[in-house]
């Protein structure tokens, strides 16, 4: 990346640049792709964009980022997400 | 349009100081995705300077300068001027400030840069309190909320910001909201359309200063059109039209739903209906959202 030779602070783009937020987590969205209809409410609605939107309009959910809040499921009409207690299934 | 028509590039990157569920964030994705990369983001303090997250690292791939609480609309405008000379007018300047910094300490430099016709839009994220320094009230904040400075609820109605806008005769200005991201993109995208300045507000529901849960940014933003505590409308060549469940509302083809559906879900109005039910200002909150309609259908219908 192009850096910037000036007298002040500049800060640069970076993904996880307040760390890996993923572990703020207290609850995961599980995706269950079978239900999935491909409506991308979940991925525009994201507020972390930690819902990946593939080529073929797939949904992918970026766990090392995704903080929990749990729109992502909330807005899904099909309820082809839920939120499970991080730890519980381990 | 549908949701899959929006553009796929992310200029917001994962991993930021923002809380979860945050309606800044994802208000923020929809404007990087209607005007991309193409442009400059000017920040007074608010949530966004801190999102940003810390130096060397920041969560915006856009470029995006900060400056002093008062003086978003200032700093645009010196940005603008200085691109303009350089013949960079391909670039659009956006300012992106709160409620606080809008309806507040940064309305004279708002007002100023309208009256000089700067080329900008200027965006503000309505979350309705000054939420940055611990939720304070501010000009935006509705009647009887509770904040950390009004601790029995707020006693004056928010202001009309949209009105004062108006009063500018700018070429346009809009009001969206989070839980429209179709609406929001299309308002924003006709914005960057149009020179002179353009202003355009966006009800952002904030889980941590309304106190609701962080699954529920967009219910309580649904929540906000539907029950007319919020409107939809975009003001353009002097005329105000409504759009999507507001101008059903206006055109009286169905009924704004009870405010009550709306706050009961925010904890900071819980004290209207714990230990019992204040039935008092429950009905004058209801009576001015009625009296704000009848005045909208009075003007714009
Ligand atoms: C002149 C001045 N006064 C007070 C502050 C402290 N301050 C920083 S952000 C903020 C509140 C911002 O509220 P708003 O504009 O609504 O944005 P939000 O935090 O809600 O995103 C305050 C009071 C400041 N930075 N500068
Ligand atoms: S909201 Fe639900 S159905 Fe729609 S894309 Fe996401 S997971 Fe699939
Ligand atoms: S839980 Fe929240 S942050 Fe995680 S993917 Fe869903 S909407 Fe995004
Ligand atoms: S306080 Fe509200 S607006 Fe500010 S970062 Fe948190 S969720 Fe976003
Ligand atoms: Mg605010």
Known sequence: MKKYDVRTTISYPTKGAMGKTGNWRVFTPILDKKKCVKCLRCWIYCPEATVIRNKDDTVDIDYEYCKGCGICADVCKVKAIVMERVGEKE | MAIKDLPREECYLPGSAACPGCPATMAMRIVFKAIGKKMVMIVPACCTAVIESIHPKTSFNI???NIAFEAAAAGASGVEAGLRKQGREDITVVAWAGDGGTYDIGIQALSGALERNTNFIYICYNNQIYS?????????????????TTVRGKTEFRKEMGEIIQAHHIPYAAQACVAYPEDLYKKVKKAKSIKGPKYIEIMAPCPPGWRFGMEKTVE???????????????YENEKVTFNGKSKLILDGKIERKSIEDWIKYQGRFRHLFIPKKDVKRLKEIEEHVDKIWERYRA???
Not at chain 2, 143 to 148: E, M, Q, S, V
Not at chain 2, 220 to 229: P, Q
């Open chain 2, 299 to 301: 003007c714009y219908l």
């Open chain 2, 63 to 65: 470029p995006t300068m």
């Open chain 2, 132 to 148: 940055n320094t611990g939720i304070q009230r501010s000009g935006a904040t509705p009647y009887a909320a509770w904040t950390t």
């Open chain 2, 220 to 234: 309580m933003g649904t929540m906000a059109v539907e029950t007319g505590a919020w409107a939809l409308y975009e």
